[in-house]
C-alpha cells in the first residue's frame, strides 16, 4: 500500500507538505502537461470529472479526481487505503469519499502530466462495473 509522491511536487510547492492529504491535479493553472490526451479521451475525462460529483458526491472543488499524485501522512494514508473496497479506476474517488467521511480536507497541487496512450479503461465497456463500484462503496460509506 504505496503513497505517491511525486518529486517535481515536492520541487513546485512546497506549500502542500505541511497538508496530512493531498492530490495532484492536471487541471491547475500551474501544471504542466507534456503530453495531452488524445481526444477522445479528453471527452470522455470531461463527462466523467462533471458527473462524478453528481453521482459519488465528491466536493466540487476538486478539479481532478483522477490525476493519481497522492501525498498523505502516514497515519492518514494508512486510515483510508486499509479500508478501501475498489481496486480499480474508481479507488481514487472511493478514497476521496472516505476522506471526506473522516472530515479531512484535500488540497490540489500542480503537477507535471503525460498521458499514458496504453490506457486500460474502455468506456463503453466499463460503464456497468464503474456504477457497481460506485454503489458498492456509497453502501460501504454509509455504514
Same mark, same amino acid.
Given at each position: ?5 511525486p518529486?517535481?511536487?515536492?520541487q ?8 496530512a492529504?493531498?492530490? /495532484?491535479s492536471?487541471r ?7 503530453r495531452? @490526451?488524445?481526444?477522445y ?5 470531461g463527462?466523467?470529472?462533471? #458527473?462524478?460529483?453528481i453521482l #459519488? /458526491? ?6 481532478d479526481?483522477?490525476? /493519481?499524485?497522492?501525498?498523505y501522512? /502516514?497515519?492518514?494514508?494508512w ?7 475498489c ?6 474517488v472511493?478514497?476521496?469519499l472516505?476522506?471526506?467521511?473522516a ?12 498521458s ?5 479503461l474502455?468506456?463503453?465497456r466499463?460503464?456497468? @462495473?464503474?456504477?457497481?463500484e ?8 454509509? @455504514?
Amino acid at each position: 500500500m504505496g503513497v505517491e509522491v511525486p518529486p517535481q511536487a515536492e520541487q513546485r510547492d512546497r506549500r502542500v507538505l505541511p497538508m496530512a492529504r493531498a492530490h /495532484g491535479s492536471r487541471r491547475l493553472p500551474e501544471s504542466v502537461i507534456v503530453r495531452p @490526451k488524445q481526444l477522445y479521451r479528453r471527452i470522455i475525462s470531461g463527462a466523467f470529472r462533471r #458527473a462524478i460529483p453528481i453521482l #459519488a /458526491g465528491t466536493p466540487r472543488s476538486l478539479s481532478d479526481t483522477q490525476c /493519481g499524485f497522492k501525498m498523505y501522512r /502516514g497515519t492518514v494514508a494508512w486510515e483510508l487505503y486499509s479500508q478501501c473496497l475498489c481496486h480499480g479506476f474508481l479507488f481514487d474517488v472511493e478514497v476521496i469519499l472516505r476522506a471526506v467521511a473522516a472530515g479531512y480536507r484535500i488540497r490540489e497541487f500542480p503537477v507535471e502530466w503525460r498521458s499514458d496512450p496504453d490506457s486500460r479503461l474502455h468506456a463503453a465497456r466499463s460503464i456497468p @462495473k464503474l456504477l457497481r463500484e460506485l454503489v458498492a462503496i456509497r453502501r460501504a460509506l454509509r @455504514k
